[in-house]
């Protein structure tokens, strides 16, 4: 069945930009800037701007982004606490820099219990890993608080919340350092990969700089470490940078989606809408998630019916066998993987659309 509804629709965007999109190819093919030029320092300079960071670093992926911080700040034999409702690589960076991770369950609104945290804390921790789940930004405050009274690093997994903010301040601007993703379905996507790191400490700045270009600063002659090849591509630099001038009034696209999405589907079966936020919170929306205790037969009807959906991690990453994370007691992890599902949600997504994934809904319910 064609889809009535996509979860994310990409060729849209393009045909609404057209004009700008194949101007910054014709930009990039025309000048042959392909590799750390000056659209990659215009595109990091507005991310630490915007952010409120003194630096901005592109990578490859969100995924190097973790991966390149873990390996800066932690050691073989050091614990580091995080989540298990996230991506892998969160704790993918943890194992691949030869740290643990030590996983304590979220809340209900998908992220980090900040009240679960000390009690994880041993002589071996040495950092946290607190992750800004579906553009809602975690509890930043405790979780500086704690780190501050046991001295350890946080790394911010901002991969879904670029935009969003605590008590006024961005998510990524809070700990040691914070991450994003720019793969195309994230709040600000390119075509293909890409990531960020985000830091005020100039030391760990130019050890990521070096990391990310073999070893590499200011001279390709002259080797600070060994490193990897984990650039964010000027191409895709000139493309985010080209979407940044739009970034803001998509954010309110999709806080005014959200907002149809809550009337609607409110007191609806027995679904619990997307956690809505107190004043503390700006949420940015990458996802809108509803919960059910029927949610795969929810997904099929919605699938037949044309709609495209998303279930994250319905096999949390603590029980993937192959991990080795079993030993971890996560129960809200758990009824949180078996319940959630993600609505479509994309800025040039219509009400009509919005209102015909709620009618959807409403149908779906209305025959149990």
Same mark, same amino acid.
């Given at each position: 069945?064609?889809?009535?509804?996509?979860?994310?629709?990409?060729?849209r965007?393009?045909?609404?930009?057209?004009?700008?999109?194949?101007?910054?190819?014709?930009?990039?093919?025309?000048?042959?800037?392909?590799?750390?030029?000056?659209?990659?320092?215009?595109?990091?300079?507005?991310?630490a701007?915007?952010?409120?960071t003194?630096?901005a670093?592109?990578?490859n992926t969100?995924?190097?982004?973790?991966?390149l911080?873990?390996?800066?700040?932690f050691k073989?034999?050091d614990?580091?606490?995080?989540?298990?409702?996230?991506f892998?690589?969160?704790v993918g960076s %943890?194992?691949?820099c030869?740290?643990t991770?030590?996983l304590?369950?979220?809340k209900d609104?998908?992220?980090?219990?900040?009240?679960?945290?000390e009690?994880?804390?041993t002589?071996?921790?040495k950092g946290?890993?607190?992750?800004?789940?579906?553009?809602?930004?975690?509890?930043?405050?405790?979780?500086?608080? %704690?780190?501050?009274?046991y001295?350890?690093?946080v790394?911010?997994?901002?991969?879904?919340?670029l935009?969003a903010?605590?008590?006024?301040?961005?998510?990524?601007?809070?700990?040691d350092?914070?991450i994003f993703s720019?793969?195309p379905?994230?709040?600000?996507?390119t075509?293909g990969?890409?990531g960020?790191?985000?830091t005020?400490?100039?030391a760990?700045?130019?050890?990521?700089?070096?990391?990310r270009?073999?070893?590499?600063?200011?001279?390709?002659?002259?080797m600070?470490?060994?490193?990897?090849?984990?650039r964010?591509?000027n191409l895709?630099a000139?493309?985010?940078?080209?979407?940044?001038?739009?970034? *803001?009034k998509w954010?309110e696209?999709?806080?005014?989606?959200a907002k149809?999405?809550?009337?609607g589907?409110?007191?609806?079966g027995?679904i619990?809408i997307?956690?809505?936020?107190?004043?503390d919170?700006?949420?940015?929306?990458?996802n809108?998630v509803?919960?059910?205790?029927?949610?795969?037969?929810?997904?099929?009807?919605?699938?037949?019916?044309?709609?495209?959906?998303?279930?994250?991690?319905?096999?949390?990453?603590?029980?993937?066998?192959?991990?080795?994370?079993s030993?971890?007691?996560?129960?809200k992890?758990?009824? %949180?993987?078996a319940?959630?599902?993600?609505l479509?949600?994309?800025?040039?997504?219509?009400n009509?659309?919005?209102?015909?994934?709620? *009618?959807?809904?409403?149908n779906f319910?209305?025959?149990?």
């Amino acid at each position: 069945m064609a889809c009535k509804v996509r979860f994310v629709n990409y060729p849209r965007q393009y045909q609404m930009l057209k004009k700008e999109f194949d101007g910054v190819w014709e930009k990039i093919m025309s000048g042959g800037d392909f590799i750390l030029r000056q659209d990659l320092e215009d595109f990091e300079k507005r991310i630490a701007e915007y952010v409120g960071t003194k630096h901005a670093i592109g990578v490859n992926t969100g995924t190097d982004a973790l991966y390149l911080l873990a390996q800066a700040l932690f050691k073989p034999g050091d614990e580091v606490i995080t989540v298990a409702h996230t991506f892998v690589a969160t704790v993918g960076s %943890i194992v691949q820099c030869g740290a643990t991770p030590v996983l304590i369950d979220v809340k209900d609104d998908f992220n980090m219990d900040v009240d679960q945290i000390e009690k994880a804390i041993t002589k071996k921790t040495k950092g946290i890993i607190p992750v800004h789940l579906n553009g809602h930004a975690c509890q930043m405050d405790k979780i500086m608080e %704690i780190a501050k009274k046991y001295n350890l690093q946080v790394i911010e997994d901002a991969a879904q919340a670029l935009g969003a903010k605590f008590k006024g301040k961005r998510c990524a601007s809070f700990g040691d350092a914070g991450i994003f993703s720019f793969y195309p379905a994230k709040l600000l996507g390119t075509a293909g990969d890409g990531g960020m790191i985000c830091t005020n400490d100039d030391a760990l700045a130019r050890k990521i700089r070096a990391f990310r270009d073999n070893g590499r600063v200011e001279s390709v002659e002259v080797m600070e470490c060994f490193g990897w090849c984990t650039r964010l591509d000027n191409l895709h630099a000139a493309i985010l940078n080209m979407k940044m001038n739009y970034f *803001d009034k998509w954010v309110e696209r999709r806080r005014e989606i959200a907002k149809i999405y809550d009337k609607g589907l409110t007191g609806v079966g027995d679904i619990l809408i997307h956690p809505v936020s107190g004043p503390d919170y700006f949420d940015a929306y990458q996802n809108y998630v509803i919960r059910t205790k029927i949610r795969n037969e929810l997904v099929k009807y919605l699938k037949d019916n044309g709609i495209e959906v998303l279930v994250s991690w319905p096999t949390p990453i603590h029980k993937q066998k192959a991990l080795g994370l079993s030993n971890f007691n996560l129960p809200k992890t758990e009824q %949180i993987s078996a319940e959630v599902l993600s609505l479509p949600m994309y800025p040039e997504l219509t009400n009509e659309e919005v209102e015909i994934v709620i *009618d959807s809904i409403k149908n779906f319910f209305s025959k149990k």
